[in-house]
């Protein structure tokens, strides 16, 4: 019995190509539960894996997809039986190991998470990695102490996955939000999800001289990195906090510690690849009660196998807003 997948293959003058293939169940690769595959998404990793690699695809060929949303058909673990509806986010699948792009995904039961019964497949991809991001962010920022009226809290790459997940929740959970694009295009879209406030990409694309200017932000969620981080850490108001989550204007930080030392501000590094369990289950507990469904509908662009490969070039160039949910069944 075959099913779909898509299917990255490397020629040996070293070019790589994706095609939509047939697969069986002896090509997967080994692993404590075989889930049959409803839904996955389109991640910035993903981009990189349908394409060269990016470095992060070790063995050819490969079937990419770091996120993926189904049903266990078969388990040799306890912890999971047939007809249990499972997602997976991180853990190198879809980079190191075969992942969500393929209508049947073999898997370790211990990179699994149990569905919350408020969250169907097909809105857990809309979350996906970059929702789960967004929410390990904002847990992150609470946890130091970021509590709704403090002031804006801003969100860059607004009109990204994470940013457009992190503006719906941070809305959703009473913040007055303030979001960062350069796509004047997107400004309607980012103020439909609940931004009360649009800043333009060029009002912090660049460092300045002064290490500390007016107190601004109670909170960031940066997607951004480069100088827009160093930027926002000077604007940052006494105690309040930034979660990093991206690097898409530069990983290299052209900032001082002053920030840190006069106005005790707090970066925070956040990771979802090597979130333990307990992490990942109260995150996605979260999701479920704190996404307000309507604004992720709105996020969503539907998609099929056979999309990829352009989706994968356009997610590279910038050119992708919102959440894109792949139909493995379409």
């Known amino acids: 019995m075959t099913f779909k997948a898509l299917v990255v293959e490397k020629d040996p003058e070293g070019t790589t190509h994706a095609a939509v293939k047939a697969l069986?169940?002896?090509?997967?690769p080994a692993g404590e539960v075989l889930v049959r595959v409803e839904y996955s998404t389109v991640n910035y990793k993903d981009g990189l894996c349908l394409g060269s690699g990016g470095g992060l695809v070790r063995n050819y060929p490969h079937v990419p997809g770091i996120d993926f949303a189904g049903t266990v058909e078969a388990s040799d673990d306890a912890r999971y039986s047939?007809?249990?509806k499972v997602?997976?986010?991180?853990?190198?699948?879809?980079?190191?190991y075969w992942g969500g792009y393929a209508q049947k995904a073999r898997v370790k039961a211990d990179w699994l998470v149990p569905?919350?019964?408020?969250?169907?497949p097909r809105a857990a991809m809309a979350v996906g990695t970059a929702g789960l991001t967004a929410m390990l962010a904002i847990l992150a920022l609470e946890a130091h102490g970021l509590k709704p009226g403090q002031g804006p809290v801003l969100v860059t790459g607004a009109a990204g996955g994470v940013g457009s997940a992190a503006v719906a929740m941070l809305a959703h959970l009473g913040h007055e939000v303030a979001a960062v694009t350069g796509r004047p295009e997107t400004e309607g879209y980012l103020t439909s999800l609940g931004a009360s406030r649009i800043v333009p990409r060029g009002d912090l694309a660049e460092t300045v001289k002064?290490?500390?200017?007016?107190e601004t932000w109670a909170g960031c969620v940066d997607a951004v990195g480069g100088a827009m981080l160093a930027r926002v850490l000077g604007q940052m108001k006494y105690g309040a906090s930034v979660a990093a989550v991206g690097l898409a204007g530069g990983a290299a930080l052209p900032a001082t510690v002053i920030p840190f030392l006069l106005r005790g501000v707090n970066l925070l590094g956040i990771d979802s690849v090597m979130q333990p369990f307990a992490n990942r289950q109260a995150a996605w507990a979260r999701v479920a009660t704190d996404m307000p469904m309507d604004k992720l509908e709105a996020m969503i662009t539907m998609a099929t196998l056979d999309d990829l490969p352009r989706l994968g070039r356009e997610i590279l160039a910038g050119q992708i807003k919102g959440r894109t949910v792949i139909d493995l069944n379409a």
């Open 115 to 120: 569905l919350p019964a408020a969250l169907t």
């Open 82 to 84: 047939p007809g249990d």
């Open 87 to 96: 997602v997976l986010t991180g853990w190198r699948v879809g980079e190191a």
């Open 24 to 28: 069986t169940e002896a090509d997967l």
């Open 210 to 214: 002064r290490p500390l200017e007016a």
